[in-house]
């Protein structure tokens, strides 16, 4: 590398707190989007969690048989819905979970199962359409301004027609997801079919229903399953701005320490230089008498 002159080291110094004003402004925007993030997450699960007990109930109360997303099939063609971000920028947000994803289809491939994709988010439908995987949907721009509820439903409308007509046996649905306010990991659930509570487990009483069971209950499994989804993208987005407030975070600190770092070289370089002129004029005094 060759030696900087002290107005080469004062320019990279100069880039060096440029980048850090553009690495602190995204951290400032991704706290505003995470607190905005957080109070949607936080008031849509107790929303989801008693959807999801009344239907897990309910459903242990009616005939399994009319109900073809109850249907426990022998797996042999899988369904993975995957939730990534559409942005990068937020340290191993996307890495972490794409790597689960692999796992997770190795791990079927072994069984002699066959996997499709369906790709929540840029990052991930990037990623996979360069690679031998089969991929049934992807979207991107999904996280632009808000979680858009209608890619939510449309998802769930293509696992729910791929699971009645047979083309699949099972779906599975990963996506990070907060676990405390500063922390999130990848979570893998099953999507269909619907897991019941075990014989005797639902314990809410008997029903009685004044409109007909069955387009009740399809009914009401599909919001579950539409919000589900709708969930795991507002899981997924609220942990992608905390990721990346954290990684902007350590981006600027690491900006301060290079400044540190460089303006210590710059200073020593300019020391050297002083000295160096020094000793010319001192040379040029002494050779003139």
Do not use: C
Request: hydrophobic residues 40%; without cysteine.
């Amino acid at each position: 590398m060759p030696k900087l002159s002290p107005r080469d080291i004062r320019r990279k110094i100069q880039g060096i707190k440029n980048t850090r004003r553009i690495t602190n402004a995204m951290k400032v925007v991704s706290a505003a989007k995470l607190r905005r993030a957080q109070e949607l997450l936080y008031s849509s699960r107790p929303y989801s969690d008693k959807l999801y007990e009344l239907v897990r109930d309910l459903a242990a109360h009616v005939d399994r048989e009319t109900l073809p997303l109850l249907e426990e099939r022998e797996e042999g063609k899988v369904d993975l819905i995957l939730v990534t971000a559409d942005r990068g920028l937020a340290g191993a947000f996307n890495s972490n979970i794409i790597r689960e994803a692999e796992k997770f289809v190795a791990e079927k491939r072994e069984k002699g199962r066959q996997v499709s994709l369906i790709l929540i988010g840029r990052k991930g439908y990037q990623y996979f359409s360069k690679r031998d995987y089969s991929i049934v949907k992807g979207y991107d721009e999904v996280f632009r301004k808000e979680v858009n509820f209608g890619i939510a439903k449309e998802v769930s409308e293509i696992v729910r027609e791929r699971f009645t007509n047979r083309e699949v046996d099972a779906v599975y649905l990963m996506n990070n997801e907060m676990i405390t306010r500063a922390s999130y990991k990848p979570v893998t659930r099953k999507f269909l079919p619907f897991e019941l509570p075990e014989e005797g487990a639902g314990g809410m009483g008997v029903y009685t229903f004044e409109v007909d069971e069955e387009e009740f209950m399809n009914n009401l499994v599909n919001l579950y399953l539409n919000y589900q989804i709708y969930r795991a993208m507002v899981e997924s987005n609220a942990a992608e701005h905390f990721a990346r407030m954290v990684a902007m975070d350590n981006a600027t600190k690491n900006a301060d320490d290079l400044v540190k770092q460089w303006t210590m070289i710059f200073n020593k370089a300019r020391q050297e230089s002083i000295t160096l002129e020094l000793i010319d004029i001192v040379g040029a005094a002494e050779a003139m008498k």
